[in-house]
């Protein structure tokens, strides 16, 4: 069988003038996409969606016609009848059961963040005017990052990178907008920059993220925002994802290639669908999920959110296979990221360590030998003799963010200044083997000392 790949929908500004380029780049699985997204959508490399489709041969000639008009026009007659028949009773129906229904779009504010849940009674299928009701909750991220890359010497250097992706307004708090997104979109970003449908653009921070889950909250200040912005925006609506059947349509919306909101359909494919690295089920559709897609709007036709898009398989034996994290499964989680302390980030004089030698204990390691995935802790360093922490400690979480991975963990300390105290998740073993979880506080230093 053919390998697939898993690729994810951040897209970069130099894939929009390299669409044609027939190098599929991918890479197998959702665990892999954090290390590899990088190289893999910043490289000239896109799938091709279809051919042309070959025009009719202008001399092939036409079928001749048959005699048999009497028996057409008697068919016809009666398909005529019974269309004016059916169409009364359909039309009886729905009128006894038609009705009107609304749903809030306002969240009051509050001391807590919290998400707006309300189902509305009717489903409205005319799509021009769901997606008209939709486009105001629906926002462009864009991502600026510093990455390191290998030159020909074999070193490395840094250099600037710019994606995309897609978010979704879920509530405010008093004084910030919140906005929902997947994980991958927000990764190492030195700056976000968030996208309205009226097109100002404004400066974002996060507020949490789950790499397991792939999913970030980023909020824009309030005070940032003008009167005629806040007047072109509106709060989604989360629907129940639980409800939904195979078959049914569903709309997703994003900023497909970054070139702004974009529109696609189609239905639930399956449901409850697994795949490598993702901690968790999802949605499968045939709802076209483009790069730039990532942490836009899957919706019912209710206009309620039911999904987050994240990711599609991209192969070339395969087609209309997207992927979206289902709301009702991660709303709690949601919810945590919602009420977290948005994070800015200093500069690399002020950054604080935590004075550990560490590797990480990645998703193979941690299923062969038993233990939870995360970073390692293999020593400590002289200046970080009074720490709590220990070798053989794995640390799994910094102030309730998810670490799976090195690259995690220095990204979420790249949030703090030497001298802050940060809350540490990690795993220890017992003398059974087994392995407990433990909250600890420590005191960062000075990441200059480590060098």
Do not use: W
Not at 16 to 42: I, V
Not at 92 to 109: C, T
Not at 195 to 203: H, Q, R
Not at 346 to 368: F, K, N, Y
């Amino acid at each position: 069988m053919k390998k697939q790949f898993f690729n994810f929908h951040k897209n970069t500004e130099e894939n929009k003038d390299n669409m044609t380029n027939d190098q599929s780049q991918g890479y197998e699985g959702y665990q892999n996409y954090r290390n590899d997204y990088q190289q893999n959508y910043q490289q000239d490399s896109f799938y091709p969606y279809g051919q042309q489709t070959p025009e009719q041969d202008p001399h092939k000639k036409s079928p001749k016609k048959r005699k048999g008009v009497k028996t057409v026009a008697a068919v016809t007659g009666l398909a005529v009848l019974f269309g004016g028949i059916a169409g009364g009773a359909f039309y009886g129906v729905n009128y006894l059961v038609g009705g009107s229904g609304s749903s809030s779009n306002q969240i009051a504010q509050a001391d807590t963040a919290s998400l707006t849940q309300v189902s509305s009674g009717t489903t409205d299928t005319d799509l021009t005017d769901l997606v008209k009701a939709s486009m105001p909750f629906v926002v462009s991220i864009q991502n600026m990052s510093v990455e390191e890359v290998q030159n020909f010497f074999g070193g490395t250097s840094q250099q600037e990178a710019t994606s995309v992706g897609s978010g979704i307004i879920i509530g405010e708090n008093d004084t910030e907008l919140l906005i929902v997104t997947n994980a991958h979109v927000v990764e190492n970003a030195n700056t976000l920059t968030v996208t309205f449908n009226d097109e100002t653009s404004l400066e974002a921070n996060i507020k949490g993220s789950d790499s397991d889950k792939d999913l970030a909250v980023v909020a824009v200040p309030l005070d940032s925002i003008s009167s005629d912005t806040k007047s072109a925006i509106k709060t989604a609506t989360l629907g129940d994802s639980d409800a939904l059947q195979v078959g049914e349509e569903v709309i997703a919306i994003g900023n497909a290639l970054g070139y702004g909101q974009s529109v696609t359909n189609g239905i639930v494919s399956a449901k409850d669908r697994e795949i490598s690295g993702y901690d968790g089920t999802l949605i499968q559709t045939n709802a076209a999920i483009n790069p730039g897609n990532s942490g836009g709007a899957l919706l019912n036709t209710k206009g309620e959110v039911i999904g987050i898009n994240c990711a599609k398989i991209s192969d070339s034996s395969v087609e209309g296979m997207g992927y979206a994290i289902p709301v009702s499964e991660v709303s709690d989680i949601i919810q945590n990221l919602m009420n977290q302390q948005t994070k800015t980030r200093v500069s690399e004089e002020e950054r604080g360590s935590l004075g550990v030698q560490v590797m990480d204990i990645d998703e193979t390691t941690a299923e062969r030998y038993g233990m939870p995935q995360g970073v390692y802790i293999t020593g400590l360093t002289q200046d970080n003799t009074d720490s709590d922490l220990q070798r053989g400690y794995i640390i799994t979480a910094l102030n309730g963010t998810t670490i799976s991975d090195t690259s995690d963990l220095q990204n979420e300390l790249g949030y703090y200044r030497a001298g802050e105290d940060v809350t540490l998740t990690v795993q220890s073993a017992g003398s059974d083997g087994e392995y407990t979880s433990q909250d600890i506080t420590v005191t960062l230093i000075s990441s200059q000392s480590n060098q």
